[in-house]
């Protein structure tokens, strides 16, 4: 009986060689380190942002096969103008990384219904509406990858976290939904969920809190530190490559066994 080859059989090189790949929210931070990581390891990569100062900045400092466009992801006509432009030059989507997203910390009595909408819009809408975009390139090519950047609160939680979590939580059924749905056209879709991670935005709340509250946080931490966006940027390339040809529908925790703990 003949058998399909893998997608990733005889893999060498490079994980993302000869890529082409979108990241959401890559101005800074997380989206950052899996940008200039995604060059590093043989792509052309877009950065997908709002934030232009920043995201030239990233650009630039990574190198001339990194590009910033300004695009707000919660908005159809700008991901598709965007997307349209990335297929213009480069001729296909390979990857998409949809990493942007905000804190959210209303009260579930209080919140107004614009405000969760606006919240939802940013941290689970933007996610389908970007897949959306590049899903076409992608089943014209033969296949793809889709990593989306969760979070543990999106299984586990604390108070004070609405309705973050919530976004996070069906950002995971996104994840199993379009591994499912287009996994027979090549399309792999997975999502990688970070824990305590020294982003800037972390950096100045740890800075807020103290070194004592940094110090009990660091220590529920089996690897007693908390990551750095470079810890969890090669670990999105790995997913999003054709090594892992046969991983879809997956949650990859990346925590430093954070969650591992009981309290």
Known sequence: MNQVEPVGAGVSGRLWED????VTGGSQGIGAAIAEQ?????????IFDIADHEGQQTAERIGDHCHFLHVDVTDEQSIADAVAEVVGDAGRVDILVN???GDGDDDALTMTVASWDSHMRLNLTSAWLMARAVLPSMIETGGGSIVNIGSLHSRMTAEGAFPYAAGKAGLGGLTRT?????GPQGVRVNMVCPGWTRSERIE???AEIGDEAVAAIVATHALRRVATPQDIAPVVSFIASDHASFITAATLDVDGGLSARFA
Not at 38 to 46: C, I, L, M, S, T
């Open 19 to 22: 890529k082409v790949a979108i």
């Open 38 to 46: 995604g060059v590093a390891d043989g792509a052309r990569v877009w």
């Open 99 to 101: 990493n942007a997203s």
């Open 178 to 182: 379009l591994a499912l749905d287009y």
């Open 204 to 206: 100045a709340h740890f």
